[in-house]
């Protein structure tokens, strides 16, 4: 993980004697089921929690006893801790613990329906299925920005700065000429601009790329900011009032029940985000150009022996990691909001700590935007049923579990091994 | 420790300071002793042959060379002139003037030049000195209040930066990047407000009390990425971030809970702290300058002797130029990075209780701590990590940002221009090369230039 870790300390004895990493994420998981059978169990109350497969309270549904619910599956996650305490083979590990903590969070949200005020004992899947991918997009373009800089070497935390230059930059310009497609390559060009500055200051003036990084995000936040006051806020009508996007509505795939409305009539940003994932996984794993951003990640010096031009590379990736990220940021102006100062507000952070907890993979990244997406969108949830949970708290999973995550609780992370460090031809 | 690089004085070419610079780069364990001494390497004379130069001749040498100052300034030259692009270009009526710049270029000048000087002259009116304020105490048209009101607003603003400006570089001379300096203020600041108005203390002793528990939250905060790092050799800089968020959450879930929201409002506004627990003002209560400021001057001292004449700081400044070698020396690495991050902790936390129990605010809001920790990251990149350099930095950025205020409200520039001269400033003085390169300096004679001394994740 760290170029820095203290070897004099044995770093958490990971597969030594009885207590190996899958026993003891088991031992957490038999805790948590034990939990929520217990006290979710007891908090639940006997209304019907109603999973609803539509918008609102209408039409079929999955239903179930709250306390039932509840206890039922407290009780399979105890069974995939137990599961994993007893030991399994190493491949089941994965879809063990998915089981047991998908189960928890259903014990969790049976407890939280049937408690809900009378009437609102229900829960509408579309809406929560697409609120989750709208709330992860803009994870999931930066996290693909982070994976495409961090991959080849580079460090970016200035994804948050490259999202708000997109989405500025998208907004400004879908305004002036009053058509989308400009806009979007504005945004593009936007969030690349800034990308150029961290390439050239990490790469050509070796300044160390995670100050770069912050700095920059700074000098986002000013720039559009200064800019949203002399420009957008005179003239809102000139400057703040871009076209958007019109939803597409994907034949065939959007009378898929639940999946089709939640995901396949959405806007042109789901789709290429989604495709992203898949073309950045494919490219990075499979193609001459992600083994070559591989190796310069990992080993500079090796590549560079083998005639791939490492600086090159890195420049290439920087800037296609700004690109991506100015996308992401057009999601915003060019589809839902207008220009606001400030509107990303730590959305940049999230995709990092996604881009981490996915362990610098396109599809691990997926999984964790749309892991926090969710949070998200459950924080809304829970706020508009009265829930005991405050939603600080739920805002606040993202950013503990990457703790957990870094800190080697949840299985260790790894960055590759030469991010963050400047090469020098020798 | 000896200079990493022999060559530095040598031809002033831009290669060699490429070389150099990637030296410095690369040799990530000498970097912090280069900035740990590089008064002694420039005091020393050295065994030198040939005869010595004047003393003017000296100056005039290093007035053009790439040295600590010179770049600074010429950083801060840069800086405003982007500054002053930017407002030119985001000004309709100025900007339709150069659509016939050809025809009448006087035009486009003055009017640029009336736009960007009346600003930049607010700036310093705002935050130094206004000649009309002094003119108007020498006919009695105002009182002295007036004259010193700017410096009262710059000090009253550097405050909280010098303590969150030591913090980042306290941490960055033991080798650590400490982003977390916003959220050790923000539970500093809560812990702070928190003793300020739920405890029933005397005077005095209230004080003393809620700046403490500012500090013991800081540390607390602190002590967690310090103590993952060291036990779990998780990276400071990713945890450091994400306890800012978690930081935030929690003030903005505990300003609204019973006990602490004030019982008559109903937005997100907590109890104002008791006046028993608050700074005193230095000069009066119509300037809000506080003692803060003494006490920023009073932990600068500190964080110096800290670093330079105590144990603790040379086991601190060893771990930060090379790990391995300090523990083979048997200093304990993991205690110094956990106590290293305690300390940046409780900085950043006396920085927080500034901010409420000074004269800037006296309630918790969710945005009471403003941007103190993420511009304490500028101060201490801007002050070299030597904490009176670190002083010095956050007075300027205190008085940009007083300056600031006052530019928008007389001339219209939004307040968003300081955080882009910020900016500016510290990605010019962390790329010395482009400085260099921009301005033609002569190279300089020690090379101690870079400032950063992070590494990768």
């Known amino acids: ?426 | 420790m000896t200079n990493p690089n022999p060559q530095s004085g040598s031809p002033d070419k831009e290669p060699a300071s490429e070389a150099q610079a990637a030296q410095n780069a690369l040799g990530n364990t000498e970097r912090a002793e280069v900035a740990t001494e590089p008064d002694r390497s420039v005091a020393k004379p050295g065994p030198e042959p040939e005869p010595k130069p004047s003393l003017g001749r000296l100056f005039l040498d290093n007035l053009w060379a790439a040295n600590t100052f010179t770049v600074t300034l010429l950083s801060l030259v840069l800086a405003i002139v982007v500054g002053a692009v930017l407002m030119i270009i985001s000004d309709p009526d100025v900007l339709s003037t150069y659509s016939y710049i050809t025809s009448r270029p006087s035009d486009a000048i003055n009017s640029s030049w009336t736009l960007v000087s009346e600003a930049y002259a607010n700036l310093f009116k705002g935050s130094i000195f206004d000649p009309e304020a002094f003119s108007g105490w020498l006919n009695g048209a105002n009182g002295w209040q007036a004259v010193l009101a700017p410096i009262s607003e710059t000090l009253t603003y550097a405050a909280p930066l010098v303590f969150t400006g030591l913090s980042v570089a306290l941490a960055f001379r033991g080798g650590l990047f400490n982003i977390g300096a916003q959220g050790q203020a923000t539970i500093g600041v809560i812990m702070a407000a928190l003793a300020g108005f739920l405890l029933p203390l005397p005077p005095g002793l209230h004080l003393l009390v809620a700046v403490l528990a500012g500090a013991l939250g800081g540390a607390i905060w602190g002590f967690i990425p310090g103590i993952l790092k060291a036990r779990a050799g998780a990276h400071e800089v990713i945890n450091t971030i994400m306890l800012n968020y978690v930081a935030t959450y929690f003030l903005t879930w505990l300003i609204v809970q019973n006990g602490v929201q004030d019982p008559n409002r109903t937005d997100a506004i907590s109890k104002a702290v008791d006046s028993s627990a608050q700074l005193p003002r230095l000069l009066g209560d119509n300037l809000r300058v506080h003692a803060g400021i003494l006490l920023a001057v009073l932990a600068t001292w500190a964080v110096a002797w800290l670093l330079n004449r105590s144990t603790l700081g040379f086991e601190l400044r060893a771990v930060g130029a090379n790990p391995d070698a300090a523990r083979t020396a048997g200093i304990s690495v993991t205690r110094t990075y956990i106590l290293i991050m305690v300390f940046a902790g409780i900085l950043a936390g006396l920085g927080g209780s500034n901010m409420v129990l000074g004269s800037t605010a006296s309630a918790l809001t969710p945005l009471v701590v403003a941007q103190i920790g993420f511009d304490g990251i500028l101060v201490a990149l801007l002050g070299r990590v030597k904490p009176w350099g670190v002083l010095l930095a956050a007075l300027l950025f205190g008085a940009l940002q007083a300056g600031g205020n006052r530019m928008q409200s007389y001339s219209g520039i939004s307040l968003e221009l300081v955080t882009v001269l910020q900016a500016l400033i510290v990605i010019f003085i962390a790329a010395p090369a482009l400085v260099k390169a921009i301005f033609q300096l002569r190279a300089a004679r020690a090379a101690r230039l870079q400032t950063s001394l992070a590494k990768g994740w």
Not at chain 1, 167 to 183: E, K, R, T, Y
Not at chain 1, 251 to 278: H, Q
């Open chain 1, 1 to 426: 993980m760290s170029t820095m870790a203290v070897p004099d300390i044995a770093v958490a004895p990971v597969d030594e004697g009885f207590w190996t990493r899958s026993r003891k994420v088991g031992l957490t998981l038999l805790a948590l089921g034990l939990l929520s059978a217990v006290l979710f169990g007891a908090l639940a109350t006997d209304q019907q929690a109603r999973f609803t497969l539509s918008d609102d309270a209408a039409g079929t549904a999955l239903e179930i006893n709250g306390t039932i619910g509840a206890i039922l599956f407290g009780i399979i996650t105890i069974a995939a801790g137990a599961a994993l305490l007893a030991g399994v083979p190493k491949r089941w590990f994965l879809p063990v613990l998915g089981v047991g903590l998908v189960a928890f969070v259903l014990s969790f949200l049976c407890w939280q329906v049937s408690a809900a005020p009378t009437g609102q004992n229900f829960m509408p899947l579309v809406n929560i299925i697409r609120g989750t991918f709208i709330l992860a997009l803009p994870l999931i373009f930066g996290a693909l920005a982070g994976v495409l800089c961090e991959r080849s070497g580079v460090v970016n935390v200035a994804i948050e700065g490259q999202l708000l230059m997109g989405a500025f930059s998208g907004a400004l310009f879908g305004s002036i000429s009053g058509s989308v497609w400009v806009g979007l390559v504005a945004a593009a060009i936007g969030g690349a601009f800034i990308s150029l500055l961290l390439a050239v200051f990490a790469i050509r003036y070796l300044v160390d790329q995670v100050v770069m990084g912050i700095v920059l995000n700074l000098l986002a936040v000013g720039v559009t900011g200064f800019l949203y006051e002399r420009l957008m806020q005179t003239d809102a009508a000139k400057y703040n009032s871009a076209p958007r996007f019109s939803n597409w509505e994907i034949p065939l795939l959007k009378d898929i029940p639940v999946l089709g409305p939640a995901l396949f009539r959405g806007n042109i940003f789901l789709y290429l985000g989604l495709l992203l994932v898949l073309v950045i996984h494919i490219g990075l794993f499979r193609t001459r150009w992600g083994l070559r951003t591989r190796s310069v990640g990992e080993h500079p010096i090796a590549a560079d022996t083998l005639g791939v031009k490492v600086l090159r590379v890195r420049y290439r990736n920087v800037l296609l990691a700004g690109v991506v990220a100015g996308i992401g940021g057009a999601s915003y102006t060019l589809a839902l909001y207008s220009f606001t100062k400030n509107m990303i507000g730590g959305k940049g952070f999230i995709a990092l700590a996604a881009l981490i907890f996915g362990r610098w993979n396109p599809t691990g990244a997926l999984l964790a935007a749309l892991f926090f997406g969710f949070a998200d969108q459950l924080a809304t949830y829970l706020g508009a049923i009265n829930s005991v949970i405050p939603s600080q708290f739920l805002a606040m999973l993202p950013y503990l579990a990457t703790i957990l995550a870094v800190a080697g609780l949840v299985g260790r992370v790894r960055a590759p091994a030469a991010d963050g460090k400047p090469y020098i031809k020798g």
